[in-house]
């Protein structure tokens, strides 16, 4: 077998991988990345957040982005029962970028593997990995061609970006399963030629259909929207027939989606994910450091993947270079417990999505606009901003404010 000596391999080619690369070569170090699959590929998480703008204009990916002509997106609207709670990015609690992007993911993926081909790190695709054995933090790791040719590579350092691969994860035992049920989405793209009866292309709009299910309608630049139901596996199994009959059926079931998309075409047909809620037990070790949904993948409600994904990346390979220039990383303190600030922040918004604590905040007749104001932070993705009460204070806060317009409510 050939082998080839790296400072680091990165394992997955999707943003946090695309990220921690590029920062890694940025520094002047040597990088390669392994892909399984060909780009482009389909994956969900096409709505991204603000706070992932800073990742890629560190890994000096978002020019690239900018000239796609991408949807540029402003804000979250979320719907219920005819009331609406519109959250606009400019009018935030933190300081920090106003607006991102709503991407076809198969683009935006690709647009940043291309990009960093183009700065000249290689990224080998169709490529798996059957074997990693570590000597201290240096590693030979052993990977196989769609061809089933095999090579290996001796690597300095290992980031695990595999995303739902979870290379690592799986191969060494660290898995274990979420604190989050299990649910399922039923999605699809539509071609969307009744989008300005809502006149909202520059926002990810989230209906609240049901308790414990929810759509979300996300308008691309190309004049196609992707439409997702989400809830628990019970809502589902109402529906019989085809992908297609059912998700068409899905649609008649809400007023907001029928008056939008029935009978529209789809650019394909329904596809199906559930069970995507999963952690491990741990983020790093000697030689390798996960990032993105190698962590933990929570839920779609809030768009956080692709946020905690580059984050992660960037954080990752900050590290990653100190370590190799010689410097010392407390993993623990400098990687763990922020990228663990993050998950729990979200992870109590979307508890309190399902509970219906945070909706009773969303749609409270008298919406306190400073509070409004730092939940939009947190919707934008500055997760880590202590300053900010609904982030410091995330798993009792909610709560607290739910209780509060719940008796007023009653008072009233």
């Not at 691309?220 to 027939?241: I, Q």
């Not at 008056?259 to 790093?284: A, I, Q």
Request: charge should be negative; include cysteine; proline fraction near 5%.
């Amino acid at each position: 077998m050939s082998s080839e000596k790296v400072d680091v391999l990165v394992i997955g080619a999707g943003p946090s991988g695309a990220v921690a690369a590029s920062i890694i070569h940025k520094h002047g170090l040597k990088v390669k990345v392994v892909e399984k699959l060909k780009f482009p590929r389909f994956v969900i998480g096409e709505s991204l957040l603000p706070r992932c703008m800073e990742a890629l204009e560190e890994a000096e990916l978002i020019e690239a982005v900018k000239a796609k002509g991408f949807q540029q997106k402003f804000g979250a609207k979320f719907v219920k029962d005819g009331k609406i709670c519109d959250f606009n990015f400019s009018n935030q609690f933190t300081q920090g970028w106003s607006w991102t992007w709503q991407v076809p993911r198969a683009d935006f993926d690709k647009t940043l593997t291309d990009e960093m081909q183009r700065k000249g790190i290689p990224v080998l695709f169709e490529t798996g990995v059957t074997d990693i054995k570590f000597n201290g933090s240096d590693s030979i790791t052993t990977i196989e061609d769609k061809d089933g040719n095999k090579s290996t590579i001796e690597a300095r350092f290992i980031v695990d970006a595999s995303g739902y691969g979870r290379v690592i994860p799986k191969m060494f035992n660290l898995d274990q399963p979420s604190n989050l049920p299990t649910r399922r989405t039923l999605f699809a793209h539509t071609v969307d030629v009744n989008r300005y009866v809502d006149e909202e292309p520059n926002r990810i709009t989230i209906v609240s259909h049901e308790p414990g299910v929810w759509i979300w309608i996300i308008p691309f630049s190309n004049g196609n929207t992707s439409v997702g139901f989400v809830g628990d596996t019970e809502f589902f199994d109402r529906f019989t027939g085809t992908p297609e009959e059912r998700f068409r059926a899905m649609i008649k079931t809400q007023p907001h989606t029928q008056r939008r998309f029935d009978g529209v075409d789809l650019v394909f047909e329904p596809r199906t994910l559930e069970g995507w809620s999963v952690t491990t037990n741990k983020f790093y070790g000697d030689g390798f450091v996960l990032t993105g949904n190698v962590t933990e993948f929570l839920d779609p409600i809030f768009s956080s993947g692709v946020t905690l994904a580059t984050v992660s990346g960037a954080t990752a390979a900050n590290l990653v270079v100190k370590k190799l220039k010689g410097q010392n990383v407390d993993w623990e303190k400098e990687f763990m417990e922020p990228t663990m600030q993050g998950v729990n922040t979200f992870r109590s918004y979307v508890m309190g999505w399902y509970d219906g604590t945070l909706q009773d905040i969303f749609f409270a007749p008298k919406p306190d606009e400073e509070i409004k104001k730092q939940i939009c932070s947190v919707l934008a993705g500055y997760v880590w901003d202590l300053n900010n009460p609904f982030v410091k204070k995330h798993d009792r806060v909610i709560k607290n404010l739910s209780h509060l317009i719940r008796l007023e409510e009653g008072a009233s």
